[in-house]
């Protein structure tokens, strides 16, 4: 497998910045995905990672090191509605699948 | 409305029981997947059904069987189940395999209940 370890729960305040951590061990790396679901829903695409940096989308933005085997997901300016549970999935071509596997995800608590 | 719709929403069957659950996509997408997601665990892919592969999970049970009979719709056929087969069943579509940055598109999932 591809031993994706993200933190099982983190708590926030609402207007501060969050970091959700994800780490991985590849063989053939090959895209990190990060997806937000909220309790009882469907999870949705936030982000997607290939090369090394930082990509932003408005409140939200994802880093990527490969050398590290490293991703984080940044959240600014928290509103209540970010809580929920963010998951990590990264794509390991080693084994001739596309297929990405998830992590546990991280549930954030986000309080007033 | 996420562009993938699953039914039942919600599903209560006895152990000795047969059902089907539904997935269909109308996003011109030709990859189409199961998930299973039960608590504490990670997203478990069951099978996925592309132009680019067709995998099976050898860990999943005989007694969950897919079928595909064309690119918009999935079907996961459930017969003699488990207690432990009680999650969430996820259905999920992609332009191809291989999509990266569009990701995705996940359905609401139905909650089913073995008892």
């Known amino acids: 497998g591809q031993n994706i370890d993200q933190p099982t729960e983190m708590t926030a305040t609402e207007g501060a910045i969050v970091q959700i951590n994800c780490t991985y061990q590849?063989?053939?790396?090959?895209?990190l995905f990060w997806y937000q679901q909220h309790a009882g829903e469907a999870p949705t695409f936030l982000s997607y990672n290939v090369l090394d940096g930082l990509e932003e989308k408005g409140r939200f933005s994802s880093f990527l090191s490969r050398s590290k085997g490293y991703s984080y997901l940044l959240l600014k300016e928290l509103q209540m509605k970010d809580s929920a549970s963010y998951l990590c999935?990264?794509?390991?071509?080693?084994?001739?699948?596309?297929?990405?596997?998830f992590g546990r995800g991280t549930s954030l608590i986000v309080h007033p | 409305e996420t562009g993938v719709t699953q039914t039942p929403r919600h599903l209560v069957m006895g152990m000795t029981n047969k059902k089907s659950l539904k997935c269909e996509q109308h996003l011109g997408h030709n990859a189409m997947y199961w998930y299973k997601q039960s608590a504490k665990k990670p997203l478990e892919l069951m099978f996925v059904y592309s132009l680019e592969e067709r995998v099976e999970n050898n860990s999943v049970p005989s007694r969950f069987s897919p079928e595909c009979p064309n690119s918009s719709h999935l079907f996961l056929h459930l017969h003699t189940l488990q207690p432990e087969d009680s999650a969430l069943y996820l259905c999920?579509?992609?332009?191809?395999?291989?999509?990266?940055?569009?990701?995705?598109?996940f359905g609401s999932g139905t909650r089913l209940t073995v008892v």
């Open positions: 999935a990264v794509r390991d071509m080693a084994g001739g699948s596309y297929i990405p596997t």
């Open positions: 590849t063989s053939g790396f090959n895209g």
């Open positions: 999920a579509s992609s332009q191809t395999a291989a999509t990266g940055g569009s990701g995705y598109t």
